[in-house]
Each structure stands twice: as C-alpha cells, then as structure tokens.
C-alpha cells in the first residue's frame, strides 16, 4: 500500500521517500539466536534479508531500508533520550509487574485475557518481573496529544482508529517504562545516562522515522514535516501515544500524519494459523502468478477499518476474472485485431458516435481518482471503479462487435474507429495502474507504443499513438492451471 502512494504522489509530481525496514533489538531476538546457536548478528543479517527479499520481489521501491543496528541510529536514539533526561522527563524506580516478551511490554491486569495471557500472544506465558528501571512520564503531554488530535482531524486515520486513540488517551497516564536491564537483555541501545541498561526496544524503534531523514543533523526539518507513518491496528498505541508524547518530550513536532490498517484474515473471515493450513505465503503467490497478482488483490480489497479476507484461491479468481478476463481480454483483442487487419499497426482516430464519447467519458472519470493525492483508505474504491470501467469498455467491444463491422465494407472504417477508442480507454487506464501494478501496466503500454506519460499525470484521451507498428502480442496476465 505504501508503494501505491509512493507511485502515486510521484505521478502527481512529488519527490518523495519511502523508507521501511526491520528493528533488530530485544530479548525476543536475543533468545531467537540462541535458541539457534548463532551469533546475533549473523542471525539479524539472516532475518533482515528475509524481509527484503518479499519488499523488493513485491515491487516496492523503498528509498532507505532500515536497520535499527545501524551505528547512526544507535547514536541518535541515544541523543535523543539524553535531551529527555536532561530536562527532568525521565525516573529511576522499582517496578513490580507482569512482561510479555511478545510486545516486548510491560501490561496492566486490565491488558490480559481472562486466564492472564497477553491477548496478542496467547502461546507465549507473561513473565512476573521485578526490576529497577528508568521510566518516561508521559502524563505531563497527554492533554496536549489531545488537543492535537482535536485540532488535526487529519492526524489519525480512518476515524475509527482516532477514536480508539482517544479513548487510550482519556485516563491519565502511567509512566512508560523505557529501558531494560543488561542482566536480562544485552541486545539493544545502551542508555547514555547508565550504562547498566539498554534502550526499551519500542523508543528505539519509533526513533528510526526521524534518524532515517538525518536527525539530529540539520536536513531533516522538510521531509519530517510532510511525514507520514503507515502502521497496522495493532501497533496504534506505540505509534499514537509513545512516540508522539516521545516527541513531545524531546521538544520535537509531530509527523503529519498516522494511516492505520486492519489485519488481513482468511477466507470466511477464520484466522489464519498454520495448523488450519489458511496461511498465505507472498512468495509462493508471486511464483505462480506473478506479481501483480497479489499486488492487485492486495489493492483491490484491503479495507482500512475492518480486517479483510485473502487465501491462495480468492487472489487466483480474482487475478483470473479481473485482471485476465477483463484487461489482459481487452488488449488481446483490440491490439491482435488491429495487428492482424490494419497493416500491424494501431488504428488512427476517426469520427466517433455517441457511444463512443460516453465511454470515453466513463473512464476518464473512473480514472481521474489516480490523479490525484489518494489516502490508504481510498485505495480499494479508486481500484473498484477502475475495474467498472474495464468491464464498461468490454461490453462496449462485444456491444460495437468490430468484426463483424469489419466484414463489410460499408462499416470497416467503423471497425477501425471502435478499436481505436477501446484502445484509447485501455492505455488510460494502464497509465492509471502503473501506480498499483506497474510491472503488467508496463508491458500493456510498451505494447501499444506508449512511451511518454505525462507528469503530474491525469487521464487525457487521444493519446494513443495511432499509425504505429505493433509488435507480436504476448498475453498479460496467461492463465495458470
Ligand atoms: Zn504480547
């Protein structure tokens, strides 16, 4: 989804980065490597490529990727929780309480299920800690978080997360607990006040959207003001009340905006779990349909405020009747028809019909979503009605038949004009999807010529570039057994 932005503010003319990665610290992948028998460096590099490997198999053209074990990562953390201390925000004391190694978190009574288990890892027992910590007060900027989040409407999205926080941020706060002792964690960032006690992992974490633009060095400032995090429901309370109070703490301004999304479930809405066997595995989905199939299924149906059903079979019916049947169709019937019965080359413009004008219409309005600024949430509608169109200018070939037209002499100059404008609509609608599955809206524009797309881009007609040679047509989306 973040890569679908990215592409899309570009085609709107922004520079932009987009930056993503690993965090690297904690007892969990402390006991992770020993548990193993490796040394932990050795197993971060391991882990770290696993998660590349997907973005950049995916598509995603991430700026920087981050490395939380990064030497000028480690020294910026540690900057900016010297700043914190030095004004008086953060306390030594003794805590007793129940951890779950799972967050990596302190919880409350009130955080567990019923039998005392974190609800987030049900399998992993809740440890009883005693330990002397240091601890960031967090309750001397909630009411300003607040009157934040009430001032910026835009601040939290969608509204039922902005909500949710609000709700978190109604009671006062407790102190949040902000390092952990060498003696039980060693992997992580070493205080720069004790060094008895390394950096809690979340604050760690959390630093790297301002260590990544170059903070504390001068640079930073433009980028952090346009900033926005893309996170999943599940990690809202670190996002939108640690780090900004962080901020807030540090004498920082806040990112721009925080986008939420939901979980992804099985098909029927079950949970996905290996014992189940419902599991989707990205790599293995790419292998067999490449992918934009699972970049467009992804685009397609990831709602923002409620979770969303994916397996192996609805992303293979939904790449064969959307992406096969209704795009892939329409170029190989249009660009075979014009290769086989206009000398191989693309029909030039010729007086259009009514009908003609009103599908035209349909999809510059079913496109003129992509040229402009789309938020995570309206990504699934901008696809819908994308997919409307396409299905629009199917039945306007079947309807307009260009070979039948084509038979007869009397009509063959209409043949030649229906497949123009169908081509027409396809190659807006490619360059409209160049922002979601820019390897398969590649090749359909390569194949009908199209080589110079506007920047900012908004869907125009008549660019087709009619009169040019086609080359053999190769399927875009073949179908797979
Ligand atoms: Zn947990």
Known sequence: MADILKRNRQALGCELMLSTGVDEHGQKNQEAAQELGMPVEEYLDMRCAEFRDVFEKLGVEFDYFVRTSREGHKKAVAEMEQRIFDKGLIVKKQYTGTYCKGCEEFKKESDLTEDGQCPLHPTMQVEQTDETNYFLKMEPFREQLLKHIDDNPDFVQPESFRNELKKMLAEPLEDLCISRPKSRVTLGVELPFDTDFVTYVWFDALANYLTNIGWPEDGYQNWWAECEHMIGKDILKPHGVYWPLMLMAADLPLPKKLSVHSHWVGAGGVKMSKSIGNTVDPIEVMDKLGVDALRWYLARHMRADSDSQISVELIAQTYESELNNKLGNLLSRGAKFARKNFDGKLPVKGPLTAEDEALRQTVLDATAGMGEWIDLADIPARMQSIINAAAEMNNYFDKQAPWTLFKSEET??????????????????????????????????????????????KPELDRLPGGSELDEIEPLFPRVQ
Do not use: F
Not at 415 to 439: K, N, T
């Open 412 to 457: 063959k100059d209409r043949a030649r004009d229906v497949v123009y404008v169908g081509l027409d609509c396809l190659r807006i609608v490619m360059e409209a999807l160049q922002q979601v599955i820019p390897v398969s809206a590649g090749k359909a524009l390569a194949t009908l010529n199209v080589t110079d797309i506007a920047r900012p881009w």
